[in-house]
């Protein structure tokens, strides 16, 4: 009974409205004088009903056709909606055919032809909201043609999906979902664009790369900056050039992520439009700039960059100096010492760390006198540097580091004597594996490993029982590399 209820209740209506028709006429001559002029409404209502019908029946065929891998959940989702609007159709249809047959009999009073007559209307507009209703949903459900609304949820599904292990299933084996997504690049709301743009991050296709590139130039920032997102995931190569032309964008935060972008594709091609971009009146562009250009490594920034060792704000120059600390040369390295007594102890910090990674043997000397920084940060990077650079000059200001009360510097001296691997710190060294940080400990086992001198070996077995199993680990390794050690000049022997 519950299965059939919607039959039932047609069935139900279908009947009242036939006895109404049918029973309680009376025969005036009036009334029947006036019917033939009023044949042609239900006549009407009945042939729109069915032509509209069969426009529906039509795009229901179509869309099963079109979705022939679910075409068996698609026809049990839309099995409710078919019967509305066939019973809709069918009663429509009835009704005014029964009004027809009472017309011709002439049987009827004036009142209730004209009730008659409306009710012929309203079933005519009952079917066509059903009818028209149920093709529009049926398209949208089916064949992509959504409202904004419905457009921003589903794709909203498709980027959460992303997120899961499952993303690939969700969006990079369905073709129909990528052409979704890109069709949807053309909404009229700015916000469907935008996570239309975010959905394609995933997409490794030429025609999503195309589609990205064309709507550089959209007029909302908002979805400017999500294609500028996804062409950095995406890593193409063809939105260089369009994304160099978008760098002359007024709004700032578009030039600064464009520029972002364009570090993060490593193309050298960008050098040249990144590099005028330092002069760039909004700081947040210029400093994407300079991080750009040390992303890139392009020697051609180097004296770009340089000149503007000098300039305002400080956030500014630190990252200049970052910049030039990966891609300097010796004429960045003569630079940067000079900025080793700036007034900010952020620059001298960042240009201390800058001379490390340009390993050139001209920085020990300063880098050594910036070991008496009155700014702990100051130290720490030139001490970290010096390691980096195994400056042998700085073994014993290193070793007189270890008794500074900061942790951090200790810890960072520790492995720069390690890297250095001066045996005037074996010593110290074994002094620390007794220290109650454990890290000292560990950086201590470490760096007695790398110095590699065998008179540690009794003090680390002794370690091997430390509380923290970090500690240990490095221990046993420290013991491992110094028993290697051991047997190059002894083959054969042992610890």
Not at 215 to 224: A, M, N, Q, Y
Request: with cysteine; proline share 4%.
């Amino acid at each position: 009974m519950r299965t059939y209820k919607l039959e039932f209740l047609f069935l139900f209506v279908l009947a009242i409205l036939s006895f109404l028709t049918l029973f309680g006429n009376e025969s005036t001559g009036t009334a029947s004088g006036n019917s033939s002029n009023t044949f042609w409404l239900p006549s009407a209502v009945m042939q729109s009903t069915a032509a509209l019908y069969a426009v529906f029946i039509a795009i229901f065929i179509l869309s099963l056709q079109n979705n022939r891998e679910n075409i068996n959940s698609i026809a049990n989702r839309i099995k409710p909606t078919l019967k509305v609007v066939s019973y809709t159709a069918a009663g429509t249809i009835y009704f005014n055919g029964l009004i027809l047959i009472v017309f011709s009999l002439g049987t009827f009073s004036e009142g209730k032809m004209k009730i008659l007559l409306l009710f012929s209307l309203f079933s005519m507009v009952a079917s066509l909201i059903a009818i028209v209703y149920s093709s529009m949903n049926l398209l949208s459900d089916i064949s992509g043609l959504k409202t904004s609304s419905e457009k921003l949820t589903y794709i909203s599904d498709l980027v959460r999906g992303l997120e899961g292990p499952d993303s690939e299933n969700l969006l990079m084996k369905n073709s129909k979902n990528i052409d979704f997504c890109i069709q949807s690049l053309d909404d009229e709301n700015p916000e469907v664009r935008a996570i239309a743009a975010e959905a394609l991050s995933q997409v490794r296709e030429k025609k999503a790369e195309k589609a990205l590139i064309e709507i550089l130039e959209d007029r909302s920032s908002t979805v400017r900056i999500a294609v500028i997102k996804t062409l950095t995931l995406i890593g193409s190569e063809d939105a260089v050039e369009p994304l160099i032309k978008q760098l002359a964008d007024k709004d700032p935060a578009i030039r600064a992520r464009i520029i972002e972008t364009l570090g993060n594709l490593q193309d050298r091609r960008a050098t040249g439009p990144i590099i005028k971009n330092l002069d760039d009146k909004v700081p947040e562009v210029r400093f994407a700039a300079a991080r750009a250009l040390g992303i890139l490594g392009d020697e051609r920034a180097e004296e770009a960059l340089i000149a503007k060792l000098d300039e305002s704000p400080v956030e500014f120059r630190c990252q200049v100096v970052q910049a030039l600390g990966k891609i300097g040369s010796e004429k960045s390295v003569s630079a940067l010492i000079s900025r080793l007594q700036d007034k900010d102890p952020e620059i001298r910090k960042h240009t201390a760390e800058a001379l490390g990674k340009l390993g050139s043997p001209q920085a020990v000397e300063p880098l050594l006198r910036c070991l008496k920084d009155k700014t702990a940060e100051v130290r720490n990077a030139a001490a970290y540097s010096l390691g980096t650079l195994r400056a042998e000059k700085a073994a014993a200001p290193l070793i007189e580091m270890l008794q500074e009360k900061d942790p951090e510097l200790r810890i960072t001296s520790v492995y720069a004597l390690g890297e250095i691997g001066s045996c005037e710190a074996v010593e110290p060294l074994l002094e620390l594996l007794d220290d109650n940080n454990p890290w000292l400990r560990q950086y201590a086992a470490e760096a007695l490993g790398k110095i590699g001198d065998i008179k540690a070996t009794s003090s680390l077995i002794k370690n091997l029982d430390d509380p923290e199993l970090k500690v240990r680990w490095a221990v046993a390794e420290a013991l491992r590399m110094l028993n290697k050690r051991n047997l190059v000049k002894e083959p054969g022997g042992g610890i």
